[in-house]
């Protein structure tokens, strides 16, 4: 793994670090929208007093703390593979280009000593998972790596309850940051209970360093809710999903196909304001991943 020198001395010298993910500005996000934010996440970071620790595999050699080039280059490039943990030896091996999933990301994280990662929302269980087996590969990715997630959710073309029941499976603590419920990605609420809540990063932090204490393996997801005023109007949010699942069933979209047609059927339906909401909640968890990146460094 390629550390940059500027998070290794970081890590080093126990100042904040964020690990930030590529699949979420390569893939995730129309261009240029997804340059912009990896830019302006990384600009967050450093206006917070954090390193930021952008990750992705650039020719063949994993990353962490992409330079400004690579995130250029990776945004850029036509040809960049999606790798999750089980795709990095294989892109590497390949010299190729390679935007990192949230499973590839911690990964690489936890590898380079960065304790705190943002992202926008995992993955999960798809809503036929129970027929086609299509869960995301963070799901098993999280259980056995000691990485604190700051996410919104997971995305809401998946099925939400599903996917909290296998993280409580699999062992991956759920915090809601200052919520009682699942937060549901473009809306606040997943009407989902969690059982644990806290109030701040300091309560975050003990709970790091109970986990590190008792030798668990699995990360830490704090959950954290769009703030109230950028969420996506649930009602419409509601009425685009529908619809869009049933172009889907209509048009006979499958596999790896489903979520991209979905995520745009949702896009153009809410004349751009999906998007605004998705960059908002991004920011959003950069913000408290910064604080729990201080609070953990002092
Ligand atoms: N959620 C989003 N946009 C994304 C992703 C999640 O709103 O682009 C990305 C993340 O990188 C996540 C990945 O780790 O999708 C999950 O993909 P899959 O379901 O193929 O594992
Ligand atoms: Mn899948």
């Known amino acids: 793994v390629r550390v940059s020198a500027e998070v290794e001395a970081a890590v080093r010298d126990r100042r904040p670090v964020v690990a930030l993910e590529s699949t979420l500005f390569v893939h995730g996000l129309p ?105 995301s590969a963070d799901l098993v990715a999280l259980s056995r790596t000691p990485v604190t997630v700051i996410c919104s959710g997971v995305k809401s073309v998946l099925d939400v309850p599903a996917t909290v029941e296998r993280l409580e499976t699999l062992g991956v603590g759920v915090l809601g940051y200052r919520t009682r419920r699942f937060p549901g990605f473009l809306v606040g609420d997943a009407a989902i209970d969690l059982t644990w809540s806290v109030d701040g990063p300091a309560a975050v932090v003990a709970a790091m360093r109970a986990r590190d204490e008792l030798g668990l393996a699995a990360a830490l997801l704090v959950a954290n809710p769009v703030p109230a005023a950028e969420e996506l109007d649930p009602a419409l949010h509601d009425r685009l999903l529908r619809e869009a699942l ?42 408290v991943a910064a604080d729990i990146a201080v609070a953990w460094s002092t």
């Open 31 to 135: 261009r240029p929208d997804g340059l912009q934010l990896a830019l302006a996440l990384e600009d967050q970071l450093r206006g917070a007093g954090v390193v930021p620790a952008t990750v992705g595999v650039v020719a063949g050699d994993p990353v962490v703390g992409l330079d400004r080039e690579q995130i250029e280059l990776l945004a850029d490039a036509p040809d960049v593979a999606k790798a999750n943990a089980g795709d990095l030896p294989l892109a590497i091996a390949a010299g190729r280009h390679a935007a990192t999933t949230v499973a590839a990301t911690t990964w690489l994280a936890h590898r380079a000593g960065v304790r705190v990662f943002a992202t926008g929302g995992i993955g999960g269980v798809h809503r036929d998972g129970r027929e086609t087996f299509d869960e």
């Open 246 to 287: 049933q172009a889907a069933a209509d048009n006979d979209v499958r596999g790896r196909a489903v979520t991209p047609f979905l995520l745009a059927h949702v896009q153009r339906g809410s004349g751009g304001r999906s998007l605004a909401t998705n960059l908002a909640l991004v920011r959003h968890n950069v913000a």
